[in-house]
């Protein structure tokens, strides 16, 4: 590592000295980088090179004359249909398994850790008010936000504005679905007008955008009711932002993991009913697992990213975390669609039937990484024998092997260093809390050595990695899978399958443990179908931390 790291500091100053000082290219600079990417030319196919490297270069300059805002997409999109895939766009009338009867109970502040399938039969039949169940969560954040560092900012005002034009409504009759009323956080890399977006970065800590984020706006319209913006890693890497590190509220020695970080640890901490998190490579599995919620990551192109901060333009994704399955499928229901902004979104039915028989569904599972030494293995174990119990079949399945796909997370570091390429160019990078060689500084400088040539390669292999993992899922409605184990957490995100994660039991420091459930593209209604029945079989996710209950 030293000798790299001595030879990069060569290559800097070879630069500096040939191409600043003299304006020109000389034959060392070339000899020299070409080992950076692993290659050897001649002398004289070096020779040739000079001039077209010269005028690469001013390309360069005139690319970076260009003010780059990070809402401007590439022109070049990614969409992840296997070759004959056929997407289900036949939707039916979803008939939601909301409770006949809910008991308000005596002490209030217990609706703080009641599921929004729970608020929204007390809301809708008037037994609460949205603007009480608002201060409720609103007392809450400013109690424990500090101690969990899990709020950037407060939307009280708008909060309270939305609370009561929703009990007017109410009382007039007009109701508009199970969110209408709910109090919700979204991780702060959502745009909301009027308020700061962070990114969770100190670069940008004074940030205020002119747009509200179409998730925001879909949410607003089905009645819900913004109550804080959430904390996230710095621009959406961890759990430590600029203000600190957010905690998990089961065990707030150790932090809330990422990126999702204030999403996931204010939903267990009972400070909101569910929150909008983001993902690309685990930043809502991640951050669900450890504070024991409930996290959908959808498909590839099922959520408008319009508003939200580009990372990966080919790999983000935008979903609910929630304490129960159901909840999932009701803020969901309300996020996906199309939207003219995000030209990435792809038409597709959502069918979630909480009501089928989970002996009606195919289910596999990973064998061989269940069959692995890892932490929480005794917890995963006994979730598969709970399925077993349910009546389900598991069969074991095996997902693509003869593939380099960690070599392919160099698409994930290419398209942020490209996202916050201004960043990197400015120094300001340095601002960032996080300063050491596994952050994204020293990861944005490094992926500028990214060759071309191996981005459009590694996402060639993509094209490969997507028709393989479609043959070895489709035979299955679901397939279960240790949560951190092999590649198929980047294998899924890589190939845009959607994931649900729900717990199932702690650890031996106390902290909760997950399992996940994956899904063939666009069928989250599956792996939402299973996961709550795996749910109603146990009680996991109505288990709180003791010292935030009421």
């Not at 997409?73 to 056929?86: D, E, N």
């Not at 729970?118 to 809450?140: A, D, G, P, Q």
């Not at 939305?162 to 745009?191: F, T």
């Amino acid at each position: 590592m030293k000798r790299f790291l001595g030879f990069f500091s060569f290559c800097v100053v070879q630069f500096f000295l040939l191409n600043v000082l003299s304006a020109q290219i000389s034959p060392a600079l070339p000899t020299s980088a070409q080992a950076l990417m692993g290659l050897h030319f001649e002398p004289a196919e070096i020779d040739s090179m000079l001039s077209g490297l010269e005028d690469q270069r001013k390309d360069y300059e005139a690319i970076r004359s260009v003010a780059l805002p990070n809402a401007i997409i590439p022109s070049v999109g990614f969409q992840p249909l296997p070759p004959g895939f056929i997407v289900p766009d036949k939707q039916i009338k979803i008939r939601w398994d909301l409770p006949k009867q809910v008991i308000v109970p005596e002490n209030r502040e217990a609706l703080a850790f009641y599921s929004v399938s729970e608020l929204s039969v007390l809301i809708k039949n008037k037994k609460i008010t949205s603007e009480e169940l608002t201060m409720i969560y609103i007392n809450r954040l400013k109690k424990y936000g500090d101690t969990l560092a899990c709020v950037i900012t407060l939307t009280e005002d708008r909060a309270l504005r939305m609370a009561r034009k929703a009990d007017r409504e109410i009382r007039a009759g007009k109701y508009r679905g199970p969110l209408h009323g709910i109090p919700y956080g979204v991780k702060d890399l959502l745009s909301v007008e009027g308020y700061p977006t962070t990114w969770g970065a100190k670069p940008y800590q004074d940030q205020v955008l002119s747009e509200t984020a179409t998730v925001v706006q879909r949410l607003d319209s089905a009645g819900a009711v913004l109550v804080a913006k959430l904390t996230m890693g710095a621009l959406a890497w961890g759990d430590v932002w600029f203000g600190g590190t957010t905690r998990n509220p089961w065990n707030v020695k150790e932090g809330s993991s990422g990126s999702s970080a204030g999403s996931a640890s204010a939903t267990a901490a009972g400070l909101v009913a569910f929150s909008i998190g983001t993902e690309t490579w685990g930043s809502i599995v991640s951050p669900s697992m450890r504070c024991g919620d409930t996290g959908l990551r959808p498909s590839y192109g099922r959520v408008s990213r319009s508003g939200a901060m580009a990372l990966s333009w080919s790999m983000d994704k935008i979903g609910p975390i929630c304490r129960t399955a159901n909840d999932c499928a009701l803020v969901f229901d309300v996020i996906r669609g199309l939207d003219e902004k995000d030209l990435s979104l792809i038409p597709a039915a959502f069918n979630y039937t909480p009501r089928l028989p989970v002996s009606a569904l195919k289910v596999g599972y990973l064998a061989s990484l269940f069959d692995a030494d890892y932490p929480g293995k005794a917890n995963d174990i006994k979730s598969l024998e709970i399925l077993r119990g349910m009546g389900i079949n598991l069969e074991p399945v095996t997902l693509p092997e003869n593939l380099p796909v960690n070599a392919l997370g160099i698409i994930l570091s290419a398209e942020a260093a490209a996202a916050f390429d201004e960043l990197t160019r400015s120094n300001r990078d340095s601002l960032l809390v996080r300063q050491i060689k596994n952050a994204w500084p020293n990861v944005f400088r490094t992926a500028r050595f990214i060759p071309a040539v191996e981005y459009i390669q590694a996402n060639r292999i993509r094209t490969i990695l997507i028709s393989q993992m479609n043959e070895c899922m489709q035979p299955f409605d679901v397939v279960v899978a240790p949560s951190f184990e092999g590649d198929q957490l980047l294998i899924t995100n890589l190939t845009g399958h959607p994931s649900v994660v729900v717990p199932n039991g702690f650890y031996a420091n106390g902290s909760p443990s997950g399992i996940t459930f994956l899904g063939n593209l666009f069928e989250e209604a599956k792996i939402l179908r299973l996961a709550k029945a795996f749910q109603d079989e146990t009680d996991f996710e109505e288990q709180h931390p003791a010292w935030l209950k009421p």
